[in-house]
């Protein structure tokens, strides 16, 4: 049976307020969508074009011009940390859209079948977990070439078995509750089971793992393009302008200091909303946490 829809207002009522009373979740939001809009607004708030060299002002300071200074081949530097905002952003993006899909997917059908199904897909799933993820994208990589899509292929494969291993978990405990006995009873198939009410059921849990993954993924495609395996030059990643940076150094430690700052304040900013969204979708944690009831 429905709900009123009274009811139904009441709760997205009470569900917005514990994200509003959550400081972490509300932090992070407002960090993460300021990231997104000020690189979503390049084009028009780069002061230069990210590419455009002038080796006469090298290694420039702060100044009007160029706000940040610039590199050693004089490019702009605020420029190349706005516009590699939307590389490593667009991956984080593609790799939690990929990782969540496939490996929600993969772990609800392990853990709803078991038997021979779900020790095929779980094998297969520790055998991913064995290995480091930075170290299997960057054998990923090395081997399908350093392109933006191997990039993204490569660190999604990494992260797909933490997805997948907590989607079953989760599944585990929803496949003997009543309303799924109940839908088998009724005929309903075993896919729109899957769909209408194990998936949607599973996905709380999932949703943090997959915004923290969003996190690692960002400093997985930094450390890819420090290592020169990542998106090539000159087109700007925060990861590279580290790279570019650390043989200006002494001179001008500002390159890498920036990127590196945007890059902490992104992953920051995703892991206060992981927090926030993990206290306030759980309910044992709303129940142990007194400030977000």
Known sequence: MAAPPA????????????????????????????????TLAAPWLAPHSPTQ??????????SATYPL????????????????????LMVAFFVVVISLTVGSIIGALAGYFGGWIGRIIVTCNDILLAFPSFLL???????????????????????IPRVAAVMRAVVLTIRPRPFIEA??????????????????????????VATVSAATAILAEAGLSFLGLGVQPPT??????????????????????????????????????????????????????????
């Open 7 to 38: 009811e139904v207002k009441q709760r997205r009522r009470a569900t917005l307020r514990r994200y509003l009373r959550h400081p972490g979740f509300m932090i992070g939001t407002c960090l993460l969508a300021l990231i997104l809009a000020i």
């Open 53 to 62: 060299t002038n080796p006469l002002n090298a290694l420039a300071g702060p």
């Open 69 to 88: 200074g610039t590199d050693q081949f004089g490019r702009c530097l605020l420029s190349r940390l706005i516009w590699g905002g939307r590389v490593s």
């Open 137 to 159: 994208a960057l054998a990923i990589v090395a081997a399908r070439g350093n392109s933006l899509d191997s990039i993204i292929v490569a660190v999604s494969v990494a992260y």
């Open 183 to 208: 839908s088998q009873g009724l005929g309903m198939g075993t896919t729109r089971i899957l769909l209408k009410h194990v998936i949607p059921n599973a996905m709380p849990p999932v949703i943090v």
């Open 236 to 293: 700007p990643t925060w990861g590279n302008v580290i790279s570019e940076g650390q043989t200006a150094i002494a001179s001008n430690p500002l390159i890498s200091l920036s990127a590196g700052a945007c890059i902490a304040v992104t992953v920051i900013a995703l892991n206060l909303l992981g927090d926030g969204l993990r206290d306030t979708l759980d309910p044992q944690m709303r129940r142990n946490t007194g400030k977000i009831i």
